[in-house]
């Protein structure tokens, strides 16, 4: 399997603008994580699909933020009007139904915002 | 309460030394799932071992061992023969009820092998 990955690996905007990132999961996997990690911190949960259907969202998912996956294969998470407290890493997971792992979930690069 | 607590921000290991990375959970689920990943300055997150929590045996990958503890809930991470590559941050994570759940994750613990 190639790995998942994601587009752009880094990216610098200015506040108030608007941004949209890429992932391509693993192939065949029908599940797809986005995460976002904060200096020195773990990875929090944003949203996940299963296919194209978005199927949970944190509450740290606000208003500002969207994502889709509308042919259940890549994904985007884009977010408008940019502040700087969105300035973070954003990572996606992918993973099968069922797996020998049981649910392991494989991550991408990560795209590494930073909000001026 | 935290899901997952790492109480060890930073670590430091003799190179081919072996260390234990402690990670301690809490859930009421009955079946859950445990991770160790391994995050480098690169920023990827590299999957390096998963134990169930109805698995009876501990899971090995090659030099790493997860040291299961469920009457005292914890999941520590063993790593043998210590690399000067396995320089990095180290996450615990969990994944609650059904399998389809995100993951929740520590605080990590930055470990450093000296050579």
């Known amino acids: 399997d190639t790995g998942v990955s994601q587009d752009p690996r880094h990216k610098i905007t200015k506040r108030g603008q608007n941004v949209t990132f890429r992932c391509d999961p693993i192939s065949e996997h029908n599940r797809l994580y986005w995460y976002r990690q904060t200096l020195g911190q773990g990875p929090e949960f944003l949203t996940y699909f299963q296919n194209e259907a978005q199927l949970e969202k944190s509450r740290l998912l606000s208003d500002r933020f969207s994502a889709e996956r509308p042919k259940g294969s890549f994904s985007t998470l884009e977010i408008q009007r940019t502040e700087q407290g969105d300035s973070a890493m954003y990572l996606c997971?992918?993973?099968?139904?069922?797996?020998?792992?049981?649910?392991?979930?494989?991550f991408g690069p990560g795209t590494r915002l930073t909000v001026l | 309460a935290q899901k997952i607590t790492q109480t060890q921000p930073g670590m430091f290991v003799q190179e081919k030394e072996a260390v234990t990375l402690d990670c301690t959970y809490d859930t009421s689920d009955q079946s859950y799932g445990l991770f160790w990943y391994k995050q480098p300055s690169s920023g990827e997150m590299i999957f390096l071992i998963y134990?169930?929590?109805?698995?009876?045996q501990n899971a090995t990958e090659g030099r790493y061992s997860l040291n299961f503890q469920k009457a005292r809930k914890s999941a520590n991470l063993v790593i043998s023969a210590s690399q000067l590559g396995d320089s990095a941050m180290y996450f615990c994570a969990m994944r609650e009820g059904g399998s389809a759940r995100q993951l929740t994750f520590g605080s990590g613990t930055q470990l450093t092998v000296l050579p």
């Open positions: 134990q169930g929590s109805y698995d009876e």
């Open positions: 997971a992918s993973r099968r139904t069922s797996g020998t792992l049981g649910d392991t979930q494989y």
